[in-house]
């Protein structure tokens, strides 16, 4: 009778070879986001946005565009765990996340490491560790993971979707093309930018496609775009946080397409081209520093040679997150980078594979010892880059917003009106009021969206107290018809108000009276 070649001993220490590496990577990950995340709302990592998604969420509302109904759904769902406040619970969410997507890096990595060989080897885990933990305590994605922000589960839906692209063996079955096509929906529904990776995913998995696989994908597509119909929905309940009030066609399109933000995509001038460019050099460096950096070109440049499908699919994947991000005008475009470094890990874990082949091929006696020594050279990148930022990073003891919040609510009086014109201090405010249902007596209106009909709708529904506003209500005929009932306020001075009232200083607010 014929044996099994393969000895239980290998086989165990192949399973372990390919479980292992992500779920310590996920662990690892995960200990350093959730015990650097802030403890409450944190402005910190331009994360002003948190108020509003948390608002929006905890009361079955719309937050701003693109509506993000991906995230309202799923974060709310995670808030149930009792993990203290309900901020730090969604930062929370997003640390257990970002984790995630780190163990989905990892497992792209020995995907990629074991192509070759078709085996699991414990020097490819080890360099796949090295690789996903490179990636994980990267500043960028770093710094999005201890926040109340869409962009760690969005990282989780892209690497989730490049992986299920690189294993060609399960997108043989044709539900896995249904899975593949779930993850695409559902992340679109956290953020449009998914869309950039489609043709480098393509590139990926056309050429195994059939009619059935096609099916397949577009019906796991759809139920995962179908999370967008929560948005109407919620928006007919007439929730506290309603933006563009997406119950009609044309509110929903406001709200899904992003039309707010359109003047900034692609509208970099000219003449700040050159000093974007250098700041995502930077900014690269210190994601992997320089050596991580060369490791990935050499990988990348193995891949050109041997694997040229694999090359050009995370090359324009690369490529495009790079221009968008490059080309969007705001100073947080750099948040749209976390896609390009996930590709980068996957360069810099064959890069090091590569390093270790020539090692081994030399065939020096102490060829053992150079890769160990080549293998510790290599783990300085997540080290040096873990050090150099973790006290940046690190926002267990952020208290800022908190703190300003505390001495708002304390310098105002009850019913007061107060005129916000920043995201970080409208949003702050909407989670104390609508989430931890705190001074609710407070009128607090935002500035700059009163031209919109849905933010008026929006605030005479919360406050039913409050002169009720009109279509195209200007700032001033709002605080002209309240300021005789109650005391008015402004968080920051605002200049198209000198001619008709003067602000004077009250703490850290701003009183607001009719010029003498």
């Not at 946005?49 to 969420?57: E, S």
């Not at 294993?167 to 093309?177: H, I, K, V």
């Not at 040679?305 to 690369?318: C, E, H, I, S």
Request: net charge positive.
């Amino acid at each position: 009778m014929r044996k099994n070649s393969t000895s239980p001993a290998r086989f165990n220490r192949d399973r372990m070879c390919r479980y292992c590496p992500p779920l310590v990577t996920a662990v690892v990950a995960l200990w350093l986001y959730a015990s650097s995340a802030a403890p409450w709302l944190s402005w910190a990592n331009d994360g002003a946005d948190g108020g509003d998604l948390i608002a929006a969420a905890m009361n079955w509302g719309v937050p701003h565009p693109t509506g993000y109904p991906t995230y309202c759904l799923l974060a709310r769902l995670f808030a149930l765990l009792p993990l203290g406040p309900v901020a730090h619970r969604f930062n929370l969410f997003s640390a257990t996340m970002a984790a995630a997507a780190v163990a989905l890096v990892c497992l792209s990595t020995l995907r990629v490491l074991h192509r070759a060989s078709g085996e699991a080897r414990c020097l490819d885990a080890i360099i796949s560790v090295i690789s996903a933990l490179a990636c994980a305590v990267g500043p960028t994605l770093w710094s999005q993971a201890t926040i109340a922000e869409v962009y760690a589960l969005h990282c989780f839906f892209f690497a989730l979707c490049l992986y299920l692209g690189l294993r060609d063996d399960l997108l043989a079955q044709s539900r896995y093309w249904g899975v593949l096509g779930l993850a695409l929906g559902l992340g679109l529904g956290v953020h449009l930018t998914l869309l950039l990776m489609l043709p480098g995913l393509a590139v990926l998995v056309w050429r195994r496609k059939t009619r059935r696989h096609l099916v397949a994908l577009a019906v796991g597509a759809s139920a995962g775009l179908a999370t967008y119909a929560y948005l109407p929905l919620a928006a007919r309940g007439h929730p506290t946080v309603n933006w563009g009030n997406p119950s009609s066609w044309s509110g929903f399109w406001w709200l899904v397409s992003g039309k707010p933000y359109h003047a900034y995509a692609f509208a970099l001038p000219p003449r700040h081209l050159i000093s974007r460019l250098s700041a995502w050099a930077r900014l690269l460096a210190q994601q992997y520093t320089l050596l991580g950096v060369g490791v990935g070109a050499l990988g990348l440049c193995s891949w050109i040679q041997r694997w040229r499908n694999w090359a050009l699919a995370t090359g324009v994947t690369f490529v495009a997150y790079t221009i968008y991000a490059v080309l969007y005008d705001t100073t947080d475009s750099y948040v749209y980078l976390i896609p390009a470094y996930l590709v980068t890990a996957l360069w810099i874990a064959e890069g090091a594979r590569t390093v270790v082949a020539g090692l081994v091929r030399d065939g020096s006696n102490n060829w053992r010892t150079r890769i160990a020594l080549g293998l510790i050279v290599l783990t300085a990148v997540p080290l040096y880059t873990v050090m150099r930022n973790h006290d940046t990073l690190d926002l267990s003891d952020d208290r800022a917003a908190e703190r300003w919040t505390e001495d708002v609510l304390g310098e105002l009086p009850k019913g007061a009106l107060l005129i916000t014109s920043q995201d970080r201090h409208t949003f702050t405010l909407d989670y104390v009021q609508w989430v931890e249902h705190r001074r609710q007596d407070l009128l607090v209106i935002d500035g700059d969206l009163l031209h919109y009909e849905w933010y008026a709708d929006q605030t005479n529904r919360r406050h039913p107290s409050l002169s009720p506003l009109e279509k195209g209500a200007s700032l001033s005929q709002l605080i002209s018809a309240n300021l005789g009932q109650r005391q008015v306020y402004l968080v920051t001075p605002r200049d198209d108000l000198a001619p008709m009232y003067e602000a004077s200083r009250r703490g850290g607010l701003w009183r607001i009276t009719r010029q003498h």
